[in-house]
């Protein structure tokens, strides 16, 4: 039986729960514009009031990937196959970490199908920073799967996947506040890619997160937050995981002394916009000493971790490590750049 948004709107209010095929027939309404931008505000409003369920966004997941711009990777290449990502929202205004962290796991041997956007609370997002790098992030999705092929890394910019999500834009820029359109970007790789390092903002986040995973299907996913706020693997203070492998769900506290680095405030991670974001990340990529190039092996370690390409997160450092110092890394980028070019009209 379907529920009217009106319906919806009173569970909320309630403090109960909108089950999965409630929650599938009102996301739908949301995704084709069938729901009034008042009703569509107010529901997502309250449903953040309430909290939502780790079944509300599995549903509301499940809706967003029906109506996404599919990318259809060869079965062949998508062993090792991992999207590395963060919710954003974390306002720690770092550079790019994930971003430097996909081409130094892709250069380890990872296939990485990165989604993402540009900056919305940060000061430089993904598709920023990489504009910036002079990646052509304009590709089809016959484009993208063929820069996954040959380099190993494909960008989805998200507009590009999303269109429905036009319905959605005007009310999450009106309300300015997080709702659940924050989490269900990450949820929602355009790629199908089955593992995963995700970040996320808050730390009841990571419990919800990974098991929304589960229910998704995915294979290894890794959720991470740094509990100084950070939406990645932290050096300044420990990192709450929530993992998901071999369908079973554990979480645990990681430390940077647990990989044998100092713990270092973020403060030096820092950026202002994409240009200084784009000066750190090749810093890093580059090999030169220093936090940047620290936190960037760490997270690609998880990413390796979290693309059964090394056997522990520690593993996984020292393969990114090694890709950093011998220049694979740096050369991935330029790879990178190369590639989505050459489809430029």
Do not use: W
């Not at 919806?8 to 931008?37: Q, Y």
């Not at 079944?55 to 990937?65: K, S």
């Not at 005007?170 to 949820?187: D, H, Q, S």
Request: charged residues 20%; aromatic residues 4%.
């Amino acid at each position: 039986m379907s529920i009217t948004p009106q319906e919806a709107l009173t569970r909320c209010i309630e403090h109960r729960e909108i089950f999965h095929d409630e929650m599938l027939h009102l996301m739908r309404l949301i995704m084709r514009g069938e729901m009034s931008p008042v009703m569509a505000a107010a529901l997502t409003m309250g449903l953040r009031v309430k909290k939502e369920t780790i079944g509300e966004i599995a549903a509301a997941a499940t809706v967003m990937r029906e109506f996404a711009t599919k990318v259809d990777v060869p079965a062949e290449v998508s062993d090792h196959f991992v999207d590395i990502v963060g919710t954003g929202g974390d306002g720690a205004n770092t550079f790019n970490i994930s971003t430097a962290s996909m081409f130094v796991a892709a250069a380890a041997g990872a296939r990485i199908a990165k989604h993402g956007g540009r900056g919305v609370s940060s000061k430089s997002g993904s598709a920023d920073v990489l504009e910036a790098l002079g990646v052509n992030i304009m590709l089809t999705p016959e484009q993208v799967a063929e820069s996954i092929e040959t380099a190993g890394i494909g960008f989805m910019f998200a507009p590009n996947h999303h269109p429905a999500m036009k319905n959605v834009a005007p009310i999450r820029k009106e309300l300015g506040v997080r709702t659940i359109f924050n989490i269900l970007g990450p949820l929602t790789n355009p790629a199908g890619a089955p593992n995963i390092l995700m970040g996320v903002f808050h730390p009841d986040l990571v419990g919800i997160q990974v098991r929304v995973m589960q229910r998704l299907g995915a294979k290894h996913a890794v959720v991470v937050y740094g509990k100084d706020g950070m939406d990645e693997v932290s050096l300044g203070a420990a990192t709450l995981v929530g993992e998901l492998k071999d369908g079973v769900v554990t979480e645990y506290e990681i430390h940077p002394e647990d990989f044998g680095l100092q713990m270092v405030s973020n403060r030096s991670l820092k950026v202002a916009d994409a240009d200084e974001s784009k000066a750190m990340l090749i810093e890093a990529l580059e090999n030169k000493p220093g936090t940047p190039r620290e936190i960037v092996s760490l997270n690609a370690g998880a990413a390796l971790y979290a693309a059964n390409i090394a056997g522990s997160i520690g593993d996984g450092m020292k393969l990114a490590r090694e890709a950093i110092a011998s220049g694979a890394a740096r050369a991935k980028l330029d790879e990178l750049v190369r590639v989505t070019n050459q489809f430029k009209a």
